[in-house]
């Protein structure tokens, strides 16, 4: 494999400012990755021609010294997002063939920074899952194996294809979306650092929606630093989100100070889940003991409604999605099957269009809607995550930032967890409060299992104080000193 | 509160999905299943306490009523299933 796609975009960024190599080469070494890559299932759509013309118009501006914050950096995209022209169709059947007029705030935001599109990722449907098994486009392979085991793992979703794009460089880095843990979850699997930023800093125009008052764009990234440098390019404000907030988008890089002395890190209780593997438990404790070596004040705290945030999301986002996924009609885009009047076609077109766990949700959400239920269910899921966020605004008083783990296992095989629907949501027991509450949040890869496995911790922050959630992950990250990756594809596995 | 698979069909109709005769009993185990786990929320002592619509508190935006650069006629046809003369096709909705 070359050497290109094992840089950061840190250190792509400086080796295209001081023309060591091109961007034309940079791009050409990762379509090269993504086509040996093509069995991990990574990849839905190819943009390789768009990639390299943008390669040779970087080149041009980069000659001239006019390079951008992401001048020449290829990167992908989750298939939330609206890319003009080119397939959007978050992984449903019901998109089929949706290539949108438009493109998102988000991309478009990345594309005048000068980053370049290799393609579009892989991802469970509408977002709806945590390991990247409900794509209509089909499961994604972790690249990463247990020690000694050839069995193919999930990566984690529901940003599972871009997570493991990234970690099997394949790209400098992706996009992802979280609604409950769809960037810092998958990121955890696959070895990554992944971020959700404060809900309101990326605009949602362009995404494809699944839960609006959680939805939240963010990048997937190999370092703390180029997720900074990517969320500095994603972020700020478009009236045409009507949730987008309009305040300055601070200089994340520099805000990786290497200091946390002036930190205190809140570790709440209530995130030791009985079944937790001993390993888990314990690389929670070496963070502890990292912050602590590295200066910050690390406190107990309590969040004590936090067992309760994983029920109230599952009400939440699925009475959420029931509303949005209400326009998929088989009348304006995607798929279409033919009734004898509307109301038959609209059933059988929902009913081929939309797979088992997208039913099951717009189902639930519909239920927990419907007059009669809506106090008991939905009014009170409403009222227990105004709780959730007191919990955190109380803890945030006294704490700068919040440290747990991410997930509360590794990444498993494909078809595990598969029979019961809430043993799979539990994949997101730890990030979902974070989310509930609208709060910036990251995973870094912190440690191995004992079979070889990444897993990560995770910080959570105030309303956007993404500058101190950085500075207070780069340490993590430094101190943590993770170093491993897993074998590039057609690498030789003892790598 | 527990589903049964009538309640299945009036959700499955109020959603517009169509579902087959012996999918209903199913998916009312999966429905209970969830609504079981989500109803230990009950616990939690909500007296008095406003539900949180969104997760900002910040007030929407206004802006003038003005309409803006939309997307041409051509464009939002073109990923249509049917569309004729400038319209989309639906089936028949009155003999």
Redesign the interface.
């Known amino acids: 494999m070359s050497a290109l796609t094992a840089l950061t975009i840190a250190d792509a960024r400086a080796g295209l400012a001081a023309r060591t190599f091109s961007a034309r080469e940079l791009v050409d070494a990762h379509i090269a990755a993504v086509e040996a890559g093509r069995g991990l299932n990574a990849f839905v759509a190819e943009t390789f021609d768009h990639a390299r013309a943008g390669a040779d118009a970087a080149d041009a501006r980069l000659a001239a010294g006019e390079g951008r914050l992401l001048e020449g950096i290829p990167l992908a995209v989750k298939d939330l997002f609206c890319t003009k022209g080119v397939r959007s169709q978050a992984c449903s059947k019901i998109l089929e ?6 493109e998102s705030t988000v991309t478009a935001n990345l594309w005048s920074a000068g980053a370049l599109m290799l393609g579009k990722t892989n991802m469970d449907e509408f977002a709806m899952g945590s390991a990247n098994v409900t794509s209509a486009d089909g499961p994604v392979v972790n690249p990463w194996r247990r020690r000694g085991e050839d069995k193919p793992l999930v990566p984690g979703g529901s940003s599972g294809g871009s997570a493991a794009a990234v970690a099997a460089r394949l790209c400098l880095g992706a996009t992802g979306t979280d609604t409950g843990g769809s960037i810092r979850q998958p990121a955890a699997f696959c070895g990554i650092v992944g971020m959700k930023p ?3 800093r990326c605009s949602r125009w362009g995404m494809i929606a699944f839960a609006s ?2 939805d939240q764009a963010g990048p997937l990234t190999r370092t703390v630093e180029d997720a900074a440098l990517m969320l500095q390019a994603m972020a700020g404000h478009d ?1 045409r989100d ?2 987008s ?2 305040r300055p988008v601070p200089d994340y890089a520099a805000s990786l100070t290497g200091s946390v002395r002036d930190l205190t890190i809140g570790v709440p209780a209530e995130y030791r889940m009985e079944g937790m593997p001993a390993e888990i438990e314990a690389l929670w404790a070496d963070g502890v003991r990292w912050f602590r070596e590295a200066g910050a004040t690390v406190v107990d705290i309590s969040l004590p ?1 936090t067992r ?1 945030a994983l ?2 999301y ?2 939440v986002a699925p009475a959420e999605a ?1 509303s949005n996924l ?1 326009r998929y ?8 099957v ?11 077109t ?2 081929a269009g ?1 797979g088992r766990e997208v ?2 949700r ?3 959400g ?2 927990v809607l ?1 007059a009669g ?1 809506y106090d ?2 939905y ?9 959730i ?1 007191r919990d955190f605004e109380a803890a945030f008083e006294s704490v700068d930032a919040v440290l747990t783990p991410t997930a509360p296992f590794a990444a498993f095989a494909i078809g595990e967890k598969m029979d ?3 043993a799979m949501y539990l994949n997101d027991v730890f990030t979902v409060p974070a989310s ?3 709060l910036p949040a990251i995973s870094v890869p912190a440690g191995l299992t004992a079979d070889g496995l990444p897993l990560g911790l995770h910080l959570i922050a105030r ?1 956007f104080d993404e500058p101190t959630l950085f500075r207070a992950a780069g340490v993590l990250e430094s101190a943590a000193a993770f170093g491993h990756r897993p074998p590039a594809p057609g690498e030789a596995e003892a790598a | ?1 527990s ?1 049964d698979r009538d ?2 069909l009036r ?9 087959e005769e012996d999918a209903l009993a199913p ?1 009312a185990d ?2 209970n ?3 079981a ?8 002592d ?1 007296e008095g ?8 508190a ?1 007030a ?2 206004q ?1 003038e009523d003005s309409a803006e650069d939309g ?2 006629t051509d ?2 046809l ?5 569309a004729d003369d400038g319209f ?1 096709v ?4 009155v003999e």
């Open positions: 063939g949706f290539a949108p007029p438009y404060t809900y309101g008052s959680l009236p009507s949730t907030i309009d409604l309760y029920p109230t599952y009400i029931s209400a009609d088989g009348v304006r885009y995607g798929l279409r033919e009734g004898d009047d509307p109301a038959e076609m609209y059933a059988r929902r009913a939309f039913r099951r717009i189902l639930i519909t239920y419907s239920y008991a269910y009014l009170k899921a409403q009222k227990v995550r105004t709780l966020a019961d629907p809430i509930l509450a609208g309303p | 509160m589903i309640t299945v959700i499955a109709r109020l959603s517009r999905i169509a579902m998916m999966e429905l299943g969830i609504l786990w989500v109803e230990q929320l009950d616990e939690v909500t306490v406003e539900p949180m619509t969104g997760a900002i910040a929407l935006p802006r997307a041409s464009d939002l073109a990923n249509a299933p049917d989309f639906v089936p028949r909705v």
